[in-house]
């Protein structure tokens, strides 16, 4: 039998994001208008770099024949980025003081150079990384993919995220799923199965 363990998703739940500022900053750094940036982030270019499909230096590549004008794989990380807003602080801090007693992990569709916007790095065991698994969820294959890479049986994972397809995902994988909505629910939650920082 394994012990529980707590798997924590990141954009919307400990970094929340908002897809308006990447469209914002793209256009401002590559002098483009919003419609013609909304139209090259929605051509997959995204989904690809989230599932490891497309790095930097392809992704710095596209923008450069969308702009037409040099992008470096520096820049175009930067509005990569430009997506999050200020980190939720108060979970890491949870999170943090909860992986005194538990193991705590992250599972985000995204690749891992977005852990320089993290404010602490001492929250979790381990983040998988989506473009390291190499898809994203909601397949059921990375809820798999991580109870085996953690040793842990699906019943003992209790997983947060703010997406209720990913949610309902993780639940017929076997996980319990919390569906964060707000800091106050999500400890409540926590808190009734026994998780307490």
């Known amino acids: ?7 924590f998703d990141l954009g919307g739940v400990l970094l929340p994001f908002n897809r308006q500022r990447r469209v914002v900053a793209m256009a401002d750094a590559l002098g483009l208008a919003r419609a013609d940036v909304l139209r090259f982030l929605t051509s997959g270019v995204a989904e690809q770099l989230d599932r ?9 590549a596209r923008m450069t024949a969308l702009a ?11 509005l990569w980025l430009s997506v999050f807003e200020t980190p939720n602080l108060a979970l890491w801090e949870l999170v943090a003081r909860l992986r005194a007693h538990t193991r705590t992990y992250a599972l985000s569709d995204n690749p891992s150079f977005v852990s320089e916007v993290f404010p602490r790095q001492d929250a979790f065991d381990r983040v998988f990384w989506s473009a390291e698994l190499g898809m994203t969820k909601p397949a059921s294959e990375v809820f798999a993919k991580i109870s085996c890479e953690t040793k842990t049986a699906p019943a003992d994972i209790t997983f947060t995220d703010d997406s209720a397809v990913n949610v309902e995902a993780a639940r017929a994988c076997g996980w319990d799923a919390i569906r964060f909505t707000s800091n106050a629910q999500l400890l409540n939650d926590l808190a ?6």
């Open 192 to 197: 009734r199965r026994g998780f307490r920082g």
């Open 68 to 78: 037409g004008r040099p992008v470096t794989p520096a820049l175009a990380k930067e």
């Open 1 to 7: 039998m394994s012990s529980p363990i707590l798997v």
């Open 52 to 60: 490891g499909a497309c790095d930097l230096t392809a992704s710095a």
